[in-house]
Structure formats: structure tokens, C-alpha cells
């Protein structure tokens, strides 16, 4: 590739990418020719998404990296990672996330630290950090993936910890994108109904009970590639005017 074709991938980082729908991001912004650095702490996981694409690997278009989201140290590493091999960085994407509890006053406060760290905390930190480098893309994009359990206090999961970070995720999607407008950076989010991932712990019958449930309108688990296409319209040039949305993509279940 010419130093002219390099320079106009975009430069594209997933929190998360490793599997269920992180790993559909990455193919989705693979696939359109860009750029994509993507990390988990699991380092058998990360083996597996670089033997899934090993030319984009060997070439330098997918760099995939053992790390926790949560650590301020593996946060740096990733900044410099990414201006090591890039000038700037065009979208991010915020997609890592954790159910850790079930249910309300079963929840442990460690399990409630953990969740927030994992799920709101670190978004905002790694935002952070990147801001700089998004301000010199021609066109920054944030995307936070949220949850229908966000503002559904009834929906998927049963994880009162869960659904309170990914209220506080919505919030904080509108609060970043009137922070950082003024620079030219779109903030928005993407809100998953029940989707086909490892989130669910394997708990296979779990996740087809609730997609059976009557306002569940596809009456099926949503694919993890449903929500890559809604994460790469908000990342398009087709999006320019939209910030500080969160999109649904839950087959209806949050008009039930
Ligand atoms: N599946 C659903 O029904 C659903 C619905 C609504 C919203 N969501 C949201 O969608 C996002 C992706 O979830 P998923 O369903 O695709 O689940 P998943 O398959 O478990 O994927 C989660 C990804 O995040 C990584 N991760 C978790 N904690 C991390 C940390 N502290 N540091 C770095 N990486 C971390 C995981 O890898 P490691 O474990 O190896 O770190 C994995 O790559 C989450 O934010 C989730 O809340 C999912």
C-alpha cells in the first residue's frame, strides 16, 4: 500500500474487540478498509482474533493487544501503540463492558465498583486520553455502546449494577458531546437489545427466553453484526449531523 493509501485509512480503536460484538466491529471496520487497534485481558482471546485475520495482522491493519481497560498503565500503552503507527485516531469505539451480579441487593459492592469501572468509569478515561489524538482526525467520531437495560429498569438483564453504569453511559455520551463539539467531535451511542455473545456467560436458554418475550419483536437474538452496522452508519460521513444520540438497536424490545 502507498504512504497516500495509508494515510487515508482511518484510524479506528475498539475497546473489547475480541469477541461477540467487539469482534463484529472489528471485521465491520476491517471490511471497509480501515485501521483497527482493538485489545482484551484475555490472551487466548486475542490469539484467536489475530489467527482470524492474519493478513490484516501481518500488514499492520489490525493490531490486537492483551490489556485491561481499566488500568491507567494499559491505557498508555495503547496511546502509544497508536501514535507509534498513527498521526491520529478517527473513531473510537467503547464497546468493552461486564455483567458481574444479578439482581439488587444480592449485588456486592465490589461487584458494583468493578461494574462501573469496567462499564462507565473507563469509557470516560480512555475518551480521555484519546482526545487529543481525535482532535486531529477531519472527522472524530465517539461511540459508547450502551444496553437496552439502560433506561428499561425491567429489560434484559438482571443486573441492577449493569443497567445503572449504562445509564450513566447515555449520560455521559450527551455530557461528551457537548464537551467536545467545539472540536469537531461527534459523540453518540449505540443501545444493543439482546444480542448472541459471551456476556451471557453461555447461558444459551437465558438469552432465547428473553428473546422469546412477546415485546422482543424479531422474537430472535439480535446478531452482533446488527450493531456493527448501526455503529458504522454513526461513524460515516452519513451521521455528520448527528451527536449525542443513542440509537436503539433492540427489535423493539424497549417499546414493549
Ligand atoms: N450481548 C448483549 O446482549 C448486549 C446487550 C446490550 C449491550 N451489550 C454491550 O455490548 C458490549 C460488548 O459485549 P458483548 O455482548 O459482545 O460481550 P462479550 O462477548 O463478553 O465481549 C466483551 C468484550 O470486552 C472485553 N472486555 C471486558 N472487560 C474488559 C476490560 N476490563 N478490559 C479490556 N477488555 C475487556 C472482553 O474480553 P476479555 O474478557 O478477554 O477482556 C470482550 O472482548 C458490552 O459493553 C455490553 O454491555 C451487550
Redesign the pocket.
Known sequence: MTDAGRAARRAVCI????????ASLVAAFLGTGDRVYT????PN?VARLVARWPEAASQGALIALV????HEAFRSQLLDEVRSTSDRLDVLVN????ILGSGTLEESVEQWRATLE??LI?PFALTQSCAGLLERSTAPVVIN?S??CAQHPFA?CTSTSYSVSKSGLDMLTQRLALALGPQGIRVNGVA????E????GGNQGLMESIAQRRHVLTRQPID?ADIASAVLFLASPQARSVTGATLKVDAGYTIG
Not at 485489545?39 to 484475555?42: C, E, T
Not at 455473545?197 to 451471557?200: A, D, L, M, Y
Open positions: 475497546s473489547g474487540g475480541t469477541s461477540g460484538i467487539g485489545f482484551g485481558r484475555d482471546k490489556g485491561d481497560v481499566t464497546n468493552a463492558g461486564v469496567a462499564n473507563a455502546v444496553s437496552a434484559t444493543p437489545g439482546v444480542v455473545s459471551e456476556i451471557w452482533p
